[in-house]
T-cell receptor, first 115, second 111 residues
Framework: SAVISQKPSRDICQRGTSLTIQCQVD?????MFWYRQQPGQSLTLIAT?????????ESGFVIDKFPISRPNLTFSTLTVSNMSPEDSSIYLC????????????FGPGTRLLVL | GQQLNQSPQSMFIQEGEDVSMNCTSS?????WLWYKQDPGEGPVLLIA?????ELTSNGRLTAQFGITRKDSFLNISASIPSDVGIYFC???????????FGTGTSLTVIP
């Protein structure tokens, strides 16, 4: 399994500002993902962070709002830009092993409250 | 994206009782995963399933990969208070890298 850490663990931000969330993995992984989990809801995939190239975004998520970096195989950042109260959520970093069999592991999450 | 249906949405049970929950998909999957999420934490992987019909246990937890490949089941025997949390299923087909997640089952265990 992979050990994943996220920073910050939680934050309270003012609307209109931006927050960058860091994700660090203890081993090199091919695939890294960013998810959003709104209160009481399931997990929604924001994007796949690709090493050395632009992230692949899911429908409803755009690079201008959620820019992602993946400079190497153990680290990624997600920025939540120009925040509004609707962005209040848990943001989760996840890593997966591709192929068969595959598994997916999650970080502890970043709890964001936008006032 | 695709979302899997989990049932029941929530459960309130007495300590010591057994628990059953399931997850269904409109698509065929070749991998099923089950997670538990405690309040304020990220999901923790409990069990992974890779073959139709496969039955895998992890302590008091047992999960099965449905033979139709469109469903999976999780059972918890002799529940205890620390079983409280939200349980998520996730499935992936052999044509993609993305796991799709279920709607979650919230479990409350009454001492």
């Amino acid at each position: 399994s992979a050990v994943i850490s996220q920073k910050p663990s939680r934050d309270i931000c003012q609307r209109g500002t931006s927050l960058t969330i860091q994700c660090q993995v203890d081993s090199q992984v091919t695939m890294m993902f960013w998810y959003r989990q709104q209160p009481g809801q399931s997990l929604t995939l924001i994007a796949t962070a690709n090493q050395g190239s632009e992230a692949t975004y899911e429908s409803g998520f755009v690079i201008d709002k959620f820019p992602i970096s993946r400079p190497n195989l153990t680290f990624s950042t997600l920025t939540v830009s120009n925040m509004s109260p609707e962005d209040s959520s848990i943001y989760l970093c996840s890593v997966a092993s591709g192929g068969a069999p595959g598994t997916q592991y999650f970080g502890p999450g970043t709890r964001l409250l936008v006032l | 994206g695709q979302q899997l249906n989990q049932s029941p949405q929530s459960m309130f049970i007495q300590e010591g009782e057994d628990v059953s929950m399931n997850c269904t998909s409109s698509s065929i999957f070749n991998t099923w995963l089950w997670y538990k999420q405690d309040p304020g934490e990220g999901p923790v992987l409990l069990i992974a399933l890779y073959k139709a019909g496969e039955l895998t246990s992890n302590g008091r937890l047992t999960a099965q990969f449905g033979i139709t490949r469109k469903d999976s089941f999780l059972n918890i025997s002799a529940s205890i208070p620390s079983d409280v949390g939200i349980y998520f299923c996730a499935g992936r087909s052999n044509t993609g890298n993305q796991f799709y997640f279920g709607t979650g089952t919230s479990l409350t265990v009454i001492p």
